[in-house]
């Protein structure tokens, strides 16, 4: 049985956080200074906390927390899914708000008709929604172009 994990980053880090949601990962962002309060939210809900934060490492916390040594988006998502032994599913991706961080819904097509693009209603069969937000995802580009990106960077996708 797979370990869920699921990860609190800083702000600063906020294009690994959507980077991990597209990968199917429950990720917080900390919207304040990280430090105490982030945490605690990290303890109280069981989170791995990934921070730029060099000073981080230094206070009292028994949870894990993730020094992050890189500054570009792909060797950060790389240093991420090597530390934590993460392995990447298709079917996985693309199934969390990127925005939001909730998990997203499968809708009907005449649902969606008057919040999309006409061109994407005429030619998407599946659309996802975000129960809070209200956000509408389906299969387009950003799909394809996130799997280049992965395979371009060496992570792999089973």
Same mark, same amino acid.
């Given at each position: ?19 991990? @949601? ?13 430090? @105490? ?67 997203? /819904? ?10 999309? %693009? ?12 975000? %129960? ?15 799997? /280049? ?10």
């Amino acid at each position: 049985m797979s370990v869920c994990r699921k990860f609190i980053t800083d702000a600063t880090l906020r294009n690994l956080a959507k980077w991990l @949601r597209l990968l199917g990962y429950d990720t917080k962002v900390f919207p304040g200074k990280a430090g @105490r309060e982030m945490l605690r939210i990290a303890q109280s809900e069981d989170r791995i906390v990934l921070t730029r934060r060099a000073d981080m490492v230094e206070r009292q916390f028994s949870g894990l927390l993730y020094l992050l040594p890189h500054s570009d988006i792909a060797s950060q998502l790389t240093a991420v899914i090597n530390k934590f032994s993460i392995k990447i599913e298709k079917q996985k991706m693309f199934t969390i708000c990127l925005k939001c961080n909730k998990r997203l /819904q499968s809708v009907a097509p005449e649902d969606v008709r008057d919040m999309v %693009p006409v061109y994407v209603f005429e030619h998407c069969v599946n659309f996802n929604q975000c %129960p809070v937000c209200g956000n509408i995802y389906w299969e387009g580009t950003h799909r394809r172009n996130s799997l /280049q990106f992965l395979q371009k960077n060496k992570i792999k996708v089973n």
